[in-house]
Structure formats: structure tokens, C-alpha cells
């Protein structure tokens, strides 16, 4: 039997799951439309789904998800994707962001030149038996004013398209630089100088609590007399009543939507009117796009399922490719310390601050960060910690994170401290790496030691005293545990010291409180990592 079960819902390209039939561990089921009853009854059994947009994963699908560890979306849009759900559960989301942008971008232009020339009206005239040649005269391009909202990936290949049918091209889009658009060739404006000028709009960014509606009563009022407008991103971005009535009054010429506020819809007032041009969300369907996007989300959940690096995360940052092939030897580190800390430290926690010195503090370190959180709530909580709930976990238990980076790291290539701050003190423990990929703990609590961090392990802070180090190996010995190996750090003669030990197998508390009874002893911990 696979080892893990793959759920491909939404008519997702069938070739493009190659990737996932070439492993042995993975079986892949095509599931057929579901309501979120029948998906919730059936998601258990599941590591990972792909979906496009019609599947809903909701928070109750999210809620009966207890393998699921990875959400695919073959495409780019994740509104059909509860983030917040799937971030609580520890469900990672991916996308496809790329594989649909020219599909989408030549939906666009498709719409724009139909628009213009009102191409699929005189087709279905001509096709019912009219040779209309009066009704149809149409308005050119070139020379006309193209409104690009949002210039992101398909917003900047519609305009390159738009530039080769020399249009004017005038672009918003908060979140770009004037430069970044000059470079693009196009003139950044204000959203009401792009509405009240241009004589196409089209829209290309995602639906969110901010775009929700953006082309509402306000905007329309201002726009240009004749204005053809243009959705192609996501229904509920324009105001489809007040579209209706400004297409209704004469002020907008023509509009053409491939996105609906409310999908499938085969009803709407919109469709009575001649001038308006619909397609059932055709943006993303060629042969081309579907094919990449399944490739692009299956090529992920593989990664995922084979814990391996994954790119286009949505709800946890995702990491540059050359960045992550060198932070990634520090992942098991970090993970590594956060578990060792969380067995090491009494009280209270409040405070993790991680600290980033030498080479790696010159990499963009977040996920190490995560890494870190993961390994020190995994111990303490009954629920599945994992790099995509670990950060919200401990916000939801009041924990500050503290990142910070610094220059030199103490003699090796890259240091990463951890401390701890809870109501009964601080505990620093510091992690390096020998030879780029053997984790090695290096100094806790200011003692120099060198001690990997795997397997069973017992701290023990003592006096710097003879007879200490012997009591300590009888003990253990009498009850036939093997030790592995024994490192001592101390910072003066005869003050404190601590001893780390590696031993074959968990010590049993009896052997802890005797080992305590040793004159000299001042505490111990028993870790298991
Ligand atoms: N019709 C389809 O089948 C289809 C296919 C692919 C993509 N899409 C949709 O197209 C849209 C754009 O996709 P993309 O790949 O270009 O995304 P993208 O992330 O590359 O670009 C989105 C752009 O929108 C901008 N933006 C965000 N908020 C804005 C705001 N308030 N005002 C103006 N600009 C804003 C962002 O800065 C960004 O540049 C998405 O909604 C996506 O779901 C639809
Ligand atoms: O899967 C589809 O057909 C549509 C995809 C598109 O809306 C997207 O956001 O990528």
C-alpha cells in the first residue's frame, strides 16, 4: 500500500500529475465534484489535495483534514482556499503562479479586441442567418488609452501586448515602484486619474478585502464616457449591479468578464445586454497552461510529502531557491535547539530570541526561525506542530519570537544562539554546523561543549570537583545503560561546570534522582531529541 494518498479534484490535467505517479510511495485518486459534506467525509484519508478554483476548502473540510499536509492550487487565485484554516491546522497551500500567466494575459487581449470589435455579436448574428455589416462597426486600438489595475505577472504581460498594438498604456498598482513601471513602460497614476482617462480597463490583481468591489458607484462615476472594461482576474473586483446600470445608461460602451461574483453562473442581467461579452472563467484553460500548472502543483506535493523544499508557498513566506539550498543544512539545527531549550528551561515561557551570527546571518533566515519555534513547541504541545502552524502557535500562547542577526560568530563559519526567557530566568544554548552539515551544540549557558544534538541525552550542571565524573558513570553503568560519549565544560577551576552525556537509551527517573544525591551535582535533565 502507497504511503501517502493524493485527492486531484477539479478536472486538473490529467499528464500533469506525472510527477506524482513516478513515486511508489504515492497513490493518486481523481475525485469527482463534492459538496463540502462529501469532502469532509472523505479529506481523512488524504496527505494532500490539488484543487483549481471550483473546490471549496473550507474550515469544516480543514477541520476533518487529520493527514493533510499540503493544499495544491493549480493555479494562481487561493480565494477558494481558507489561508487562515489551513495555516490553524498545519496545512500548507501552494500554487501555480506562473503556468497560467500567458493563457490568462491572451484571455485578456481575446476580450480587449473582441471589446473593440464585437466579434462574438457579429458572429452569433451572422451564425443565426444576418449578414449585418451596419451594426457592428467597431473602434481601433492603437492610439487608445489601456487602464492596467494591478502589474503584477499578468497585468505586465498584458501591457507588453497592449505596447506592441500601440496603445498608451497607464498603470496603479500600490505596491510597484514608478521606476519598476517606467521600465515596463508604463506611466504609474493615481486610481482615479486611470479611471476618469483611460478608454479600456482591465484588472489583474487578487481578490481581497481591498479589491473586494474596487470598480464601485465611486469609480464608474468618474470614469470616461465610452469606457470598455475588462475582467479577467476575479468576479467581485467590479460591482456587477452598478456595471449593469452604467452599460444600462450608455456610459461604458462595452464589457467583457471571464469572472463572476458569484461562480458557475449561467444567470445574470448583464447577459440581456448586447455589449456585453461573458466567458464561463476561461482565463487559465489551454492545453498549455493546464498542463503546466498540474505539473508545477504536482512537482510541490511531492517535495512536500518527501519533506523536501517547497517553493510557491501562500501562507508561509516562501524562500528564494539558491537561498534555501543554503539555509536548509541549518533547518535540522535549529530544529534540533528549539527541542533541546524546550526540555532544558522551567517556568514560563515568554521570550524565544534566536540569534544569527556569521555566514547565515547573511541569508534571509525566516524559515531557520520557524525551524527553531517547531522543535521548541513539539515537545510541549498535543498537537501537530509544523512549519506552516509553528509561528502562530506561539503568538497564540502569548511567546515573542525575537529574530535578530550579528556580525562574527565566535571562531566558526555560522553560529545560531537560542535563548529562552521565562519567568524563572534564561537559558542560551548555541548550534553550529561541522563540515556544512553535522549539528553540533557548541556553548549553553556560556559553557563551551560539543555535543551533538541527537538521541538521549542528560544535562548536568555540577561543581568543578573531583568525584563528580566517576559517581556519575557507576551510576548509569550499575543500570545497564551505555554510555556514548561525555563532554565537560567549565569556566574556572572549581567553580560550575556541566556535563553533557549521550547515552544508548531514556534514562528512568530513579537514575535521574540518584545521580542528583552525588555531592556536587547541582541539577540534571534528561533530553530526548
Ligand atoms: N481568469 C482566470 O482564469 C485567471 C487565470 C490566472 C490568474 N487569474 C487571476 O488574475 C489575477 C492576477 O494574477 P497575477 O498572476 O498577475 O497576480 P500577481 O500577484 O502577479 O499580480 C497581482 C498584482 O496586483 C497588485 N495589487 C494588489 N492589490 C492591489 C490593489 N489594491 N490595487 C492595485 N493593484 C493591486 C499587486 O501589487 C500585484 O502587482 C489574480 O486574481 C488571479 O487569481 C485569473
Ligand atoms: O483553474 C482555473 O480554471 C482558473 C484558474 C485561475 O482563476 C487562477 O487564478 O489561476
Same mark, same amino acid.
Given at each position: 500500500?502507497?504511503?501517502?494518498?493524493?485527492?486531484?479534484?477539479?478536472?486538473?490535467?490529467?499528464?500533469?500529475?506525472?510527477?506524482?505517479?513516478?513515486?511508489?510511495?504515492?497513490?493518486?485518486?481523481? =475525485?469527482?465534484?463534492?459538496?463540502?459534506?462529501?469532502?469532509?467525509?472523505?479529506?481523512?484519508?488524504?496527505?494532500?489535495?490539488?484543487?483549481?478554483?471550483?473546490?471549496?476548502?473550507?474550515?469544516?473540510?480543514?477541520?476533518?483534514?487529520?493527514?493533510?499536509?499540503?493544499?495544491?492550487?493549480?493555479?494562481?487565485?487561493?480565494?477558494?482556499?481558507?489561508?487562515?484554516?489551513?495555516?490553524?491546522? =498545519? *496545512?500548507?497551500?501552494?500554487?501555480?503562479?506562473?503556468?497560467?500567466?500567458?493563457?490568462?494575459?491572451?484571455?485578456?487581449?481575446?476580450?480587449?479586441?473582441?471589446?473593440?470589435?464585437?466579434?462574438?455579436?457579429?458572429?452569433?448574428?451572422?451564425?443565426?442567418?444576418?449578414?449585418?455589416?451596419?451594426?457592428? *462597426?467597431?473602434?481601433?486600438?492603437?492610439?487608445?488609452?489601456?487602464?492596467?489595475?494591478?502589474?503584477?505577472?499578468?497585468?505586465?504581460?498584458?501591457?507588453?501586448?497592449?505596447?506592441?498594438?500601440?496603445?498608451?498604456?497607464?498603470?496603479?498598482?500600490?505596491?510597484?515602484?514608478?521606476?519598476?513601471?517606467?521600465?515596463?513602460?508604463?506611466?504609474?497614476? #493615481?486610481?482615479?486619474?486611470?479611471?476618469?482617462?483611460?478608454?479600456?480597463?482591465?484588472?489583474?490583481?487578487?481578490? #481581497?478585502?481591498?479589491?473586494?468591489?474596487?470598480?464601485? /458607484?465611486?469609480?464608474?462615476?468618474?470614469?470616461?464616457?465610452?469606457?470598455?472594461?475588462?475582467?479577467?482576474?476575479?468576479?467581485?473586483?467590479?460591482? /456587477?449591479?452598478?456595471?449593469?446600470?452604467?452599460?444600462?445608461?450608455?456610459?461604458?460602451?462595452?464589457?467583457?468578464?471571464?469572472?463572476?461574483?458569484?461562480?458557475?453562473?449561467?444567470?445574470?442581467?448583464?447577459?440581456?445586454?448586447?455589449?456585453?461579452?461573458?466567458?464561463?472563467?476561461? =482565463?487559465?484553460?489551454?492545453?498549455?497552461?493546464?498542463?503546466?500548472?498540474?505539473?508545477?502543483?504536482?512537482?510541490?506535493?511531492?517535495?512536500?510529502?518527501?519533506?523536501?523544499?517547497?517553493?510557491?508557498?501562500?501562507?508561509?513566506?516562501?524562500?528564494?531557491?539558491?537561498?534555501?539550498?543554503?539555509?536548509?543544512?541549518?533547518?535540522?539545527?535549529?530544529?534540533?535547539?528549539?527541542?533541546?531549550?524546550?526540555?532544558?528551561?522551567?517556568?514560563?515561557?515568554?521570550?524565544?530570541?534566536?540569534?544569527?551570527?556569521?555566514?547565515?546571518?547573511? /541569508?534571509?533566515?525566516?524559515? *531557520?526561525?520557524?525551524?527553531?519555534?517547531?522543535?521548541?513547541?513539539?515537545?510541549?504541545?498535543?498537537?501537530?506542530?509544523?512549519?506552516?502552524?509553528?509561528?502562530?502557535?506561539?503568538?497564540?500562547?502569548?511567546?515573542?519570537?525575537?529574530?535578530?542577526?550579528?556580525?562574527?560568530?565566535?571562531?566558526?563559519?555560522?553560529?545560531?544562539?537560542?535563548?529562552?526567557?521565562?519567568?524563572?530566568?534564561?537559558?542560551?544554548?548555541?548550534?553550529?554546523?561541522?563540515?556544512?552539515?553535522?549539528?553540533?551544540?557548541?556553548?549553553?549557558?556560556?559553557?563551551?561543549?560539543?555535543?551533538?544534538?541527537?538521541?538521549?541525552?542528560?544535562?548536568?550542571?555540577?561543581?568543578?570537583?573531583?568525584?563528580?565524573?566517576?559517581?556519575?558513570?557507576?551510576?548509569? =553503568?550499575?543500570?545497564?545503560?551505555?554510555?556514548?560519549?561525555?563532554?565537560?565544560?567549565?569556566?574556572?577551576?572549581?567553580?560550575?561546570?556541566?556535563?553533557?552525556?549521550?547515552?544508548?537509551?531514556?534514562?528512568?527517573?530513579?537514575?535521574?534522582?540518584?545521580?542528583? /544525591?552525588?555531592?556536587?551535582?547541582?541539577?540534571?535533565?534528561?533530553?530526548?531529541?
Amino acid at each position: 500500500m502507497a504511503k501517502f494518498k493524493v485527492l486531484a479534484m477539479d478536472d486538473v490535467a490529467p499528464e500533469g500529475l506525472e510527477p506524482l505517479y513516478k513515486e511508489s510511495d504515492i497513490e493518486v485518486v481523481i =475525485g469527482t465534484k463534492m459538496t463540502e459534506d462529501e469532502l469532509s467525509a472523505v479529506i481523512g484519508e488524504y496527505d494532500a489535495m490539488i484543487v483549481r478554483s471550483a473546490t471549496k476548502v473550507t474550515p469544516k473540510v480543514l477541520e476533518n483534514a487529520s493527514k493533510l499536509k499540503i493544499v495544491g492550487r493549480a493555479g494562481v487565485g487561493v480565494d477558494n482556499i481558507d489561508l487562515d484554516a489551513a495555516t490553524q491546522h =498545519g *496545512v500548507l497551500v501552494v500554487n501555480a503562479p506562473d503556468g497560467n500567466t500567458i493563457a490568462a494575459t491572451e484571455q485578456t487581449v481575446a476580450l480587449m479586441l473582441s471589446l473593440a470589435r464585437n466579434i462574438p455579436q457579429a458572429a452569433t448574428k451572422l451564425k443565426n442567418g444576418t449578414w449585418d455589416k451596419n451594426s457592428f *462597426v467597431g473602434v481601433e486600438l492603437r492610439g487608445k488609452k489601456l487602464g492596467i489595475i494591478g502589474l503584477g505577472r499578468i497585468g505586465s504581460a498584458v501591457a507588453r501586448r497592449a505596447q506592441a498594438l500601440e496603445m498608451d498604456i497607464i498603470g496603479y498598482d500600490p505596491y510597484i515602484s514608478a521606476e519598476k513601471a517606467a521600465d515596463m513602460g508604463i506611466k504609474l497614476a #493615481t486610481l482615479e486619474e486611470l479611471l476618469k482617462t483611460a478608454d479600456f480597463i482591465t484588472v489583474h490583481m487578487p481578490k #481581497t478585502k481591498e479589491t473586494s468591489n474596487m470598480l464601485n /458607484e465611486q469609480a464608474f462615476a468618474v470614469m470616461k464616457d465610452g469606457v470598455r472594461i475588462i475582467n479577467c482576474a476575479r468576479g467581485g473586483i467590479i460591482d /456587477e449591479a452598478v456595471l449593469y446600470k452604467y452599460m444600462k445608461s450608455g456610459k461604458v460602451a462595452g464589457a467583457a468578464l471571464d469572472v463572476f461574483e458569484k461562480e458557475p453562473t449561467t444567470e445574470s442581467p448583464l447577459f440581456e445586454l448586447n455589449n456585453f461579452i461573458a466567458t464561463p472563467h476561461l =482565463g487559465a484553460s489551454t492545453e498549455e497552461a493546464q498542463l503546466n500548472v498540474a505539473i508545477d502543483v504536482a512537482k510541490e506535493i511531492v517535495n512536500a510529502l518527501h519533506d523536501d523544499v517547497v517553493h510557491n508557498t501562500v501562507n508561509v513566506p516562501s524562500v528564494n531557491p539558491e537561498v534555501m539550498v543554503k539555509i536548509q543544512p541549518y533547518l535540522k539545527l535549529a530544529e534540533r535547539l528549539g527541542k533541546f531549550q524546550a526540555q532544558l528551561v522551567e517556568g514560563r515561557v515568554n521570550k524565544l530570541e534566536i540569534i544569527y551570527n556569521g555566514d547565515l546571518a547573511q /541569508e534571509d533566515v525566516k524559515p *531557520v526561525t520557524t525551524a527553531v519555534l517547531k522543535g521548541f513547541l513539539d515537545p510541549i504541545l498535543q498537537e501537530s506542530v509544523n512549519y506552516v502552524n509553528a509561528p502562530l502557535l506561539a503568538k497564540n500562547r502569548g511567546i515573542t519570537v525575537e529574530q535578530t542577526v550579528g556580525g562574527e560568530a565566535e571562531g566558526y563559519a555560522s553560529l545560531i544562539t537560542l535563548k529562552v526567557i521565562s519567568d524563572k530566568g534564561e537559558k542560551a544554548v548555541c548550534g553550529t554546523l561541522f563540515q556544512d552539515n553535522d549539528p553540533r551544540i557548541v556553548m549553553i549557558d556560556g559553557y563551551r561543549i560539543d555535543a551533538i544534538p541527537e538521541g538521549n541525552m542528560l544535562y548536568i550542571p555540577h561543581m568543578d570537583k573531583p568525584r563528580i565524573i566517576g559517581p556519575v558513570g557507576t551510576i548509569i =553503568g550499575e543500570h545497564n545503560i551505555n554510555i556514548a560519549s561525555m563532554q565537560v565544560g567549565r569556566k574556572e577551576i572549581g567553580g560550575k561546570a556541566v556535563m553533557m552525556l549521550s547515552v544508548d537509551c531514556p534514562v528512568p527517573d530513579e537514575v535521574l534522582k540518584a545521580i542528583t /544525591e552525588i555531592d556536587g551535582v547541582l541539577d540534571i535533565k534528561f533530553i530526548s531529541l
